[in-house]
């Protein structure tokens, strides 16, 4: 009995003592289950709301780079790759990628980018913009990107920062897709300097120095202003140049010189007034014997251009030769102080070493036939370019009646060639009073070379 009362009073006294929780943290259950279920929910809303933009920003926003190519024209390219401060030195083309890249010419070098929307067969794709660096030229390449999808609204977006020197701007591409190429005078992370930016086809001159910008616009649409206040946005129109003045915090905004060449753009003409372009110049064929040359208006490697070539095995001097002449007595320039020629153009292949023998007979020449002021005999300015090596050790780079030597170019790239002003080339007792004729031929055995540009401007030398 003793045992048995002994396990009752146990049982009774378990079935009296409260119940003990096993949890002694410092926070209720009930509060721990919100907290789960709050957690919870705010990681599905961040996962669906990223979800959605992410989605949203891949169609619509996201981007893929475009071909960036640079072309060696002459000379030695200097590049920075990426935060890589070593210089490269370059002497043949190369694909530039969207990394920030530094680019830098001398004064006897020159390179320009070429811009397609497709980088797959770049060769093929066409041409959006094309970018020269001139001599002793300073410039970084940020990017190059386009839309991913058709549907989006972004445009084709092409960026440089940190320019100094001089930069010739070619944009012919654009189409139904909006387009924004953006030019930075000082590096991209400042706010200091001037942003130049172009959103149409056409022609422009940029040249930067350490207080001022200027923007020449031949043909086409592009607005400037300080980096710091993009209220002061001014609009240039073609024909107008555009001279900001850091330090002194101005914009000025003027006419200027047109192109005195009917229809020398050649690669901004299209349908009909291309078609012009042949009435415009007179071309003639000229050989002592067969077989003859040719010209042709073509579209090459993205842009418009007269072709000037003779092949089948030529063994003869032979000329194809494009004028332009000025009515009456001639184009007067006796009221302007800058005469300067732009000229863009490609000699795909020269039999012939140099110029030839007597250095006439170049892939390329130009000739402006003027009268000076005596007005008695007419002149000439030539210039001759060539890219193919003297084989023979005694060929000459500068003809008789020339006052500088040819130009030596690389085969197969696009070359644009300023003139500067020939006011202050040529001697003074012969200075050009009227223009008579413009001309650019092609002579030789064998030769192909296309021009896609033939510029003749006239104006105060500032603006030159």
Not at 102 to 110: E, V
Not at 232 to 254: D, F, K, P, W
Not at 398 to 408: F, G, L, T, Y
Request: include cysteine.
């Amino acid at each position: 009995m003793d045992v048995m009362q002994q396990a009752e009073e146990v049982l009774e006294a378990a079935t009296n003592e409260e119940p003990r929780s096993s949890y002694s943290g410092p926070l209720p259950p009930d509060r721990i289950a919100w907290i789960v279920m709050l957690a919870a929910f705010a990681l599905f809303c961040t996962v669906t709301l990223s979800t959605i933009f992410g989605v949203y920003h891949y169609l619509f926003r996201s981007t893929v780079a475009m071909s960036a190519t640079l072309q060696v024209a002459t000379g030695t390219i200097g590049i920075v790759p990426g935060a890589d401060p070593t210089v490269v030195a370059v002497r043949e083309n190369r694909e530039l990628t969207n990394s920030i890249t530094g680019i830098s010419t001398d004064s006897l070098s020159q390179a320009t980018i070429l811009i397609r929307e497709s980088p797959a067969e770049a060769e093929a794709a066409t041409l959006l913009a094309a970018v020269t660096l001139q001599g002793d030229t300073q410039v970084t390449f940020n990017n190059a990107n386009r839309p991913r999808f058709e549907w989006s609204q972004n445009p084709q977006h092409v960026l440089f920062s940190a320019l100094k020197g001089e930069l010739d701007v070619l944009v012919t591409g654009v189409g139904d897709r909006s387009f924004l190429m953006d030019i930075y005078s000082d590096d991209l992370n400042s706010d200091k300097g001037v942003n130049v930016q172009i959103r149409s086809n056409g022609r422009y001159r940029l040249s930067v120095t350490e207080d001022e910008v200027r923007v020449l616009n031949l043909s086409g649409e592009a607005y400037a202003y300080f980096r710091d206040d993009d209220s002061r946005r001014e609009l240039v129109r073609g024909g107008q140049e555009l001279v900001a003045r850091i330090g002194a915090r101005s914009i000025s905004n003027r006419s200027t010189t047109d192109n005195f060449l009917k229809n020398g753009s050649f690669s901004l003409l299209e349908g009909s007034r291309a078609t012009s372009a042949l009435t415009d110049w007179q071309c003639s064929v000229v050989q002592r014997q067969a077989p003859p040359g040719n010209y042709s208006l073509v579209r090459f490697d993205g842009r418009i251009g007269l072709r000037l070539s003779r092949f089948n095995n030529a063994q003869s001097n032979g000329a194809v030769r494009c004028t332009q002449s000025f009515a009456g007595e001639g184009l007067s320039v006796s009221e302007y102080d800058s005469l300067r020629v732009l000229t863009t153009f490609r000699t795909n292949y020269q039999s012939l070493s140099v110029c030839g023998r007597a250095a006439s007979e170049c892939p390329l020449m130009l000739q402006i036939s003027y009268f000076d002021e005596n007005a008695r005999d007419i002149r000439h300015w030539y210039r001759g370019f060539y890219y193919a090596d003297d084989v023979s050790a005694d060929a000459r780079k500068r003809c008789d009646s020339c006052i500088q030597d040819h130009v030596d170019i690389n085969q197969g790239v696009w070359y644009t060639f300023d003139s500067d002003n020939l006011f202050n080339l040529i001697a003074d007792i012969n200075k050009p009073e009227r223009i008579k004729s413009v001309s650019f031929y092609a002579s030789g055995h064998q030769f192909d070379t296309i021009v896609s540009e033939m510029i003749l401007l006239l104006g105060e030398s500032s603006a030159g």
